[in-house]
């Protein structure tokens, strides 16, 4: 979690002191994930594949990757996106976009799997967290 708190941090300061251009602005926004489609074990040293479901806000919203935080045998997963900075976005409403998440675990255990669902009223970071056996 300190690093997706790290990494807003860095990508606020960068953002606030890059100069003007007539290029377009791109930033990069973690959205919350809607739901995940995983099995039920998993097996060490192998790709174990992971889908993971988020709502796609605006046309200028595009897939960017995963942010990925290993710590111990939790891992903690975000969807990144890129918003292209524009005039013309255009708010979506219900586009679901799936991706999928290559997992591959190195040891025997129960993995905690934490994904990233959004932030509270208090501006807290929301997680649901998924215990995963692996063998």
């Known amino acids: 979690m300190k690093k997706i708190i790290a990494f807003f941090s860095i990508l ?3 953002i606030s002191c890059t100069p003007e251009s007539s ?4 930033r990069f926004e ?5 739901s995940v489609v995983l099995p039920t074990s998993f097996n060490v040293n192998e790709v174990n594949e992971i889908e993971v479901n988020f ?9 960017d990757g995963f942010l990925y935080e290993k710590d111990g ?3 903690t997963i975000a969807v990144q996106s890129f918003v292209s900075e524009q005039n013309n ?3 979506l409403t219900n586009q679901i976009v799936t991706q999928k998440l290559n997992f591959k675990p ?3 255990g129960t993995y905690l799997l934490k ?4 932030t509270n009223a208090n501006g807290s970071l929301i997680f649901e967290e998924v215990s995963v056996d692996v063998q």
């Open 89 to 91: 976005c255009e708010a």
């Open 106 to 108: 190195i040891q025997t």
């Open 73 to 75: 045998l939790t891992r």
């Open 23 to 26: 290029n377009p602005k791109v």
């Open 115 to 118: 994904f990233f669902k959004g």
């Open 55 to 63: 709502l796609r806000p605006t046309t200028c919203h595009g897939f």
């Open 12 to 14: 606020f300061v960068l």
């Open 30 to 34: 973690l959205l919350p994930i809607e």
